[in-house]
């Protein structure tokens, strides 16, 4: 089973400055990889896929990248509906796994 | 508007059977794979099961975790749009909501994912 580790585990920032959230694979996933975005109380939604594409509806300030086992989701100005947990997620092998999160809170 | 929506989650005993459903509308639900994954009180995502676009039992391809693999049997039926999960054997650690999602043809990925149905696995 590929581990997905996040790091951290909680990153706290103000509105208007930029935050950087890594993922690091236990081992290669090559591009498979995707973030999703979770609020309180929601379901999760789709940012990036493959690597570095931003899905539909999605705005610019959201940006993945990285290969291999290390990947990160920079965002690069928060604004206040940014603040959630973020979560990578394999899809090279079977089984699909997710990293534990980070979640990005209000400093 | 492209959409799924879980339902059947409940209290259910331990040892106990749950079958959810996910209902799917706005998209052509028999062209597309379909996955379950659940979230603990307080914890991440985990993914538990995946199936392909066919309901035939002979052509359709199906994953499981192996947290509930022999437990749980994902299956759907395209005349219905509808997705379901068997569970069985209930354990207490199984205690989440249950998220269905579509895979989306290009690549794979989980969107959308509906609202979520709790199942509660207590004495």
């Known amino acids: 089973e590929i581990v997905l580790t996040q790091s951290p585990a909680t990153l706290s920032v103000s509105p208007g400055e930029g935050a950087t959230l890594s993922c690091r694979a236990s081992q290669s996933v090559s591009s498979y990889l995707a973030w999703y975005q979770q609020k309180p109380g929601q379901a999760p939604r789709l940012l990036i896929y493959?690597?570095?594409n931003r899905a539909t509806g999605i705005p610019a300030r959201f940006s993945g990248s990285g290969s291999g086992t290390d990947f990160t989701l920079t965002i690069s100005s928060l604004e206040p509906e940014d603040f959630a947990v973020y979560y990578c997620q394999q899809r090279s092998n079977w089984p699909l796994t997710f990293g534990g999160g980070t979640k990005v809170e209000i400093k | 508007e492209v959409q799924v929506e879980e339902s059947g989650g409940g209290l259910v005993q331990p040892g106990g059977s749950l079958r959810l459903s996910c209902a799917a509308s706005g998209f052509t639900f028999s062209s597309y794979e379909m996955t379950w994954v659940r979230q603990g009180p307080g914890k991440g995502l985990e993914w538990i099961s995946y199936?392909?676009?066919?309901?035939?039992?002979?052509?359709?391809?199906?994953h499981y975790a192996d947290s509930v693999k022999g437990r749980f049997t994902i299956s759907r039926d395209n005349a219905k749009n509808s997705l379901y999960l068997q569970m069985s054997s209930l354990r207490a650690e199984d205690t989440a909501v249950y998220f269905c999602a579509r895979l989306l043809k290009r690549g794979g990925w989980f969107d959308p994912w509906g609202q979520g149905t709790l199942v509660t696995v207590s004495s």
């Open positions: 199936i392909s676009s066919s309901d035939s039992s002979s052509d359709s391809t199906k």
């Open positions: 493959d690597a570095s």
